[in-house]
């Protein structure tokens, strides 16, 4: 029996199709030379090689099991790069837009799934944090996930600055919004 369209939810590979979509967009449109004349194939080059970094940073993460920090960890950067790269993409295409007068329709196009996947990538980024943030608080890890509740053992003398805080206190309508006073050891 199928689901309604309306009833359908995200699926958990929606990031993957999303980022090969814009991969395959971008070799596509960037391989017509009456529109990205070849004069500039450096540039050209540089935008496709953005977008397939891109992909393989998707693909690579998706392919990580995380069973230990170290995977988490290195599943977390290839998450940040492939978000950070999407930027770079992003800005390559204003260029590619006023060097190659682009259209409307074809840019906004183009944005449009790059900023679809760069969405999906920062959901998938979140949903991790607090997926392996437990994993992450009891392996006793000096930092925890984005989006992860801090943790509230002792700080040690080598521990990160979030660590270092003060437990908050009862908060008051007076305080609710005021700076988490930050403890700092001095000697």
């Given amino acids: 029996m199928s689901v309604p369209v309306g009833m359908r939810g995200e699926s958990k590979l929606e990031v993957q199709v999303k980022c090969e979509e814009l991969v395959s967009h971008t070799v596509h449109i960037t391989s017509n030379p009456n529109v990205f004349d070849p004069k500039y194939q450096a540039f050209i080059n540089r ?33 940040e790069r492939a978000i950070r790269n999407i930027n770079v993409l992003l800005y390559l295409m204003t260029i590619a837009r006023k060097l190659f007068h682009l259209r409307g329709s074809k840019y906004r196009a183009w944005v449009e799934k790059a900023r679809a996947a760069k969405a999906l990538a920062r959901k998938w980024r979140d949903s991790d944090a607090r997926r392996y943030g437990r994993l992450i608080q009891d392996a006793g890890c000096g930092r925890a996930p984005v989006g992860c509740a801090r943790r509230t053992a ?34």
């Avoid at 992909?55 to 170290?70: F, M, Y």
């Fill in 47 to 79: 935008v496709v090689d953005c977008a397939v970094a891109i992909g393989q940073d998707v693909w690579e993460a998706n392919g990580i099991k995380v069973s230990a920090p170290a995977d988490y960890e290195l599943r977390h950067r290839l998450q």
């Fill in 154 to 187: 002792a700080p040690a003398a080598t521990s990160p600055s979030w660590a270092r805080r003060a437990p908050a206190a009862a908060t008051t309508p007076s305080t609710a919004f005021a700076r988490p006073r930050i403890v700092r050891k001095t000697g």
